[in-house]
């Protein structure tokens, strides 16, 4: 059982996953190294899940290429499978047993002795701030705590990667900077996190690197700083406007700024140097309500690179 020498944990070439006709995800290349946060980004429809079940060996491939631990996924998939803790974006807890119990459960299913599960489940309990709920019913917790539930769930096996598919969705903010906080304390302690996510700032906070993902190929590769700085310029200046006066905005400012975007109510104004622009949109006569400055962050490369269009 021996993982690949360059220290990639998952490593693709040219994978494809077609369902009939559609092809979810198109010929794609990445890796995926050991004790890094890697991150996959896109919309609805981009082939994130669908990359997902192919790295856990849940879906076959379709073309290409693609190890897990060195492992070949058609071969050898219960082998990767127990090496893997998997984190669904659905909460698939048993209501009906405490918070002890699933666990417990769970590390039956991975045939661990019942005082290595002893052991490892007050660990995790403590790890997932847990403690005080061991024997309450599931049912009874809030959704951070039945998120934090099943990290820890995922967490019992002692994993070598860790899968969490959109782990803060439906969650309110502080719940949202609580997991956070248990998911940089695990990347701490060596785990190696692959997660999908259409949270930006999520994103922006935990992953090492990332790549985004659009009709299932991938257009884009690197830390988030490396992605900002291809992708969109230091800062943005917006400028909100009253019902109507964005058209008059973008035509007085038409060339000021290195992009400029139009929404509904506001203008987006892309520039390095946002206090020099500031001082040119003073001089030019533009009629609007609000304007602030701030630096570019990982949401604009994602809507630069994948638009601002919903996909169902």
């Known amino acids: 059982m021996t993982d690949m020498v360059s220290g990639s944990l998952v490593q693709a070439h040219e994978l494809s996953k077609r369902f009939g006709d559609f092809v979810a995800v198109d010929g794609i290349d990445f890796q995926i190294n050991r004790g890094e946060a890697f991150g996959f980004l896109g919309p609805n ?30 071969r050898d998939g219960p082998e990767i499978r127990s090496r893997l803790g998997v984190v669904p974006q659905e909460n698939n807890l048993d209501e009906e047993l405490t918070v002890a119990e ?31 709920k061991r024997d309450s019913k599931v049912e009874s917790l809030s959704g951070g705590m039945k998120r934090r539930l099943i ?4 967490l019992i096996n002692e994993p070598d990667l860790v899968i969490l598919d959109e782990p803060t969705t439906g969650l309110d903010p502080q719940a949202r900077h609580v997991l956070w906080d248990r ?10 996190l692959i997660i999908t996510t259409h949270y930006m700032d999520e994103a922006e906070q935990l992953c090492d690197r990332l790549v985004v993902m659009d009709n299932g190929k991938i257009v884009a590769e690197g830390s988030p ?3 900002i700085e291809r992708f969109s310029t230091k800062e943005v200046v917006e400028l909100r406007f009253a019902p109507g006066g964005v058209e008059a905005g973008v035509e007085r400012l038409e060339g000021f700024a290195k992009r400029t975007e139009a ?46 269009r919903l996909i169902d």
């Open 45 to 74: 429809g981009a082939g994130k899940t669908s990359t997902m079940k192919m790295i856990t060996t849940v879906s076959p491939i379709s073309d290409g290429e693609m190890t897990v631990f060195g492992l070949d996924p058609a």
């Open 102 to 132: 699933n666990l417990y459960i769970y590390g039956r299913y991975h045939d661990l002795p019942k005082a290595d599960i002893r052991s490892r489940s007050q660990e995790l309990l403590t790890f997932a701030q847990l403690e005080e």
């Open 151 to 154: 990290i820890a769930r995922a």
């Open 183 to 192: 998911l940089y304390r695990l990347k701490q302690q060596g785990a190696t």
């Open 225 to 227: 700083r490396q992605l």
């Open 263 to 308: 929404l509904a109510d506001r203008l987006l104004l892309y520039t390095d140097d946002a206090d020099t622009l500031v001082d040119d949109i003073g001089g030019a006569n533009v009629e609007f309500d609000q304007i602030l400055t701030r630096r570019s962050t990982l949401e604009d490369v994602f809507l630069s690179l994948t638009g601002r």
